[in-house]
């Protein structure tokens, strides 16, 4: 029975261990040159002491060094990609990253890359190392590895979105409602598969964010998710979500009528397209100047206002001036206060439209009800316009008219 074994590493000779029935464990000596990040030698192998047999190589090599992982979080469930960054990675199909005390494979990438599949784990945080599989160094030298910090994270919920549909073009605000929503810097919301956009953390139960533009120019849903940008990619840390719909961009084709009472309270009908039904009544904002007010969805095409009282700075007066040319867009005023639409966050612009007699017939039936109404109407020409203007003089029930 052999009771000695010895192992040869280039001319470092050393005592080996046997392992009935057919095994030798060696002991590798420390490598004291810098010349080189790699070294290779032989093993020889001896059971006398005296006579020396190779019967491998061996390669000695800078031992890894792990940097940073991206990202630094992920879900309990695992499943999720990490970048490893380092040094003195080998491409050898034994490099493991090891979560804990649970080894996975890693893959090269290159001497300062590695990306593995992080496993399940109940939460909290663990230490990340990098070794060699084939490494049989006891445990205790392991834990002299240099490791990083990766953390699991409970899966965030989505609850709600608000609004739930928005412009082709982005840049809707949107509140995502849910629970487990931790404050990261690198937090982002997701649309579909292509487009993210950074997550403002609010509570544990809310984020926003602006909802990126899309390069479709049709409706089109896509599903919301919360996760971690980084270099590679996105780490998705929610479910699934809700559904946001990304629709064309609403605009305005005419407002009728177009004119009305310093008063308010008048109905305005506004004409145009992409008016999507909304949320709630809340999300349709009617601006008259800087007056706002809620509209009311009619149709994907119509929505009504009422137009909100209008302070006159300059006074008082009772003789109204309403202009309109050609080249100027259709607006609606109160002693020329302009008309805008807020549809569900996103703004409509108007078409230019000509001011026509039914329009003077509604401003002028609107008046009526309050006072007694004469008009007169001046014509000329410009360069390039041709403009009409009406002077509409009325006296208030019962008391003298007002010339002005």
Not at 321 to 335: E, G, K, Y
Not at 367 to 381: A, E, M, P, Q, R
């Amino acid at each position: 029975m052999i009771e000695n074994a010895f192992c040869r590493f280039g001319y470092f000779e050393l005592e080996a261990e046997i392992l009935p029935p057919n095994t030798i464990i060696c002991m590798s000596p420390t490598l004291n040159t810098t010349n080189q990040i790699y070294r290779q030698t032989g093993i020889d192998i001896s059971l006398n002491g005296v006579d020396f047999n190779e019967v491998a190589k061996f390669i000695y090599s800078d031992a890894p060094i792990i940097q940073k992982v991206e990202p630094a979080y992920g879900p309990i469930v695992g499943g999720n990609e990490l970048v490893v960054h380092g040094a003195n990675f080998d491409n050898t199909p034994s490099v493991l990253c090891k979560f804990g005390d649970v080894p996975v494979l890693a893959k090269f990438v290159s001497e300062q890359i590695v990306t593995c599949v992080a496993p399940p784990h109940d939460g909290g945080t663990i230490l990340v190392r990098i070794f060699d599989g084939n490494d049989n160094t006891d445990e205790e030298c392991h834990q002299d590895v240099p490791s990083v910090s990766y953390t699991y994270l409970e899966e965030m919920k989505i609850f709600s979105t608000y609004p739930k549909h928005g412009s082709t073009s982005g840049n809707t605000p949107l509140r995502v409602i849910g629970s487990n929503f931790v404050s990261l810097t690198t937090l982002a919301c997701a649309f579909g598969e292509n487009e993210t956009s950074p997550a403002a953390f609010v509570s544990e139960n809310e984020v926003t964010c602006v909802v990126p533009s899309t390069s479709s120019d049709t409706k089109k849903l896509v599903s919301v998710k919360i996760g971690l940008e980084h270099e590679f990619g996105l780490t998705i840390l929610s479910n699934e979500g809700t559904v946001f719909t990304y629709t064309p961009p609403p605009f305005i084709e005419n407002v009728y009528p177009a004119r009305g009472l310093l008063v308010g309270g008048e109905k305005v009908i506004i004409t145009g397209n992409h008016f999507y039904h909304p949320d709630s009544d809340d999300s349709i904002v009617c601006s008259f100047g800087p007056q706002k007010v809620n509209g009311t969805w009619l149709s994907n095409s119509q929505v009504e206002c009422i137009t909100p009282p209008m302070p006159d700075e300059a006074g008082a007066r009772n003789t109204q001036v309403v202009s309109f040319s050609h080249d100027l867009p259709t607006s609606f005023f109160f002693n020329e206060t302009l008309f805008s639409l807020n549809f569900g966050g996103e703004s409509a612009s108007f078409l230019k439209c000509d001011l026509n007699p039914t329009d003077l017939e509604m401003s002028l039936k609107a008046l009526s009800t309050i006072g007694d109404v004469v008009v007169t109407k001046d014509v000329f020409h410009r360069s390039k316009s041709h403009e009409i203007r009406y002077y509409v003089t009325f006296t208030t029930l019962g008391l003298p008219a007002n010339n002005m």
